[in-house]
């Protein structure tokens, strides 16, 4: 049985408008389907990503949304923040649990309960699901939160410090 849903509105549109800047990916082709090793059960593995510098950016944050969950909230796959402003890309698997990060970077949970990234994993037979990944330009150098903070607590500090977000996002259904 294929669970059927409306489809869930892209949130990023809906959040205050800000410039967009240049995000690219070895590893995530915008709008196809994830890789095997970025899902739950294969892998888990963060996708590389490269972005452009945002004048004025004294930190980036970068997160992974899946609007389509069956939930009201979504879910959040990857939540990492203060990446120092000289930093414009990631390794692939820089998500990973204990990965070295730049700087005083470090992961706040993911909606699994993790510090790391989580891969796509939707329900068995649900409709295809989209992976948002975002890179916000912060114009501080630090969020100012911890560790423990939730994703909604992380969004709701980024909704008051962002200079400008970057989006690519892949897909995957079971």
Avoid at 6 to 29: Q, R
């Amino acid at each position: 049985m294929v669970l059927e849903r409306p489809i869930t509105p892209d949130p990023y549109p809906l959040l205050p408008a800000v410039p967009s800047f240049g995000v690219t990916s070895t590893d995530v082709t915008d709008g196809q389907p994830l890789k095997d090793d970025q899902v739950a059960d294969a892998g888990n593995t963060s996708p590389q990503l490269s972005w452009d510098a945002v004048e004025g950016a004294e930190s980036y944050t970068v997160t992974c949304f899946d609007p389509d969950a069956p939930t009201p909230s979504g879910f959040w796959h990857w939540v990492l923040v203060d990446l120092p402003a000289d930093v414009t890309s990631l390794d692939t698997g820089a998500g990973a649990e204990g990965a070295a990060l730049p700087g005083a970077a470090f992961h706040c949970r993911n909606d699994t309960g993790g510090s790391s990234f989580a891969g796509a994993a939707p329900p068995e037979g649900d409709q295809v699901h989209r992976y948002f990944f975002v890179v916000h330009a912060v114009t501080a150098p630090e969020l100012g939160v911890d560790p423990d903070a939730s994703p909604a607590v992380v969004s709701f500090n980024l909704a008051f410090k962002t200079a400008g977000r970057a989006i690519i996002h892949g897909t995957y259904a079971h």
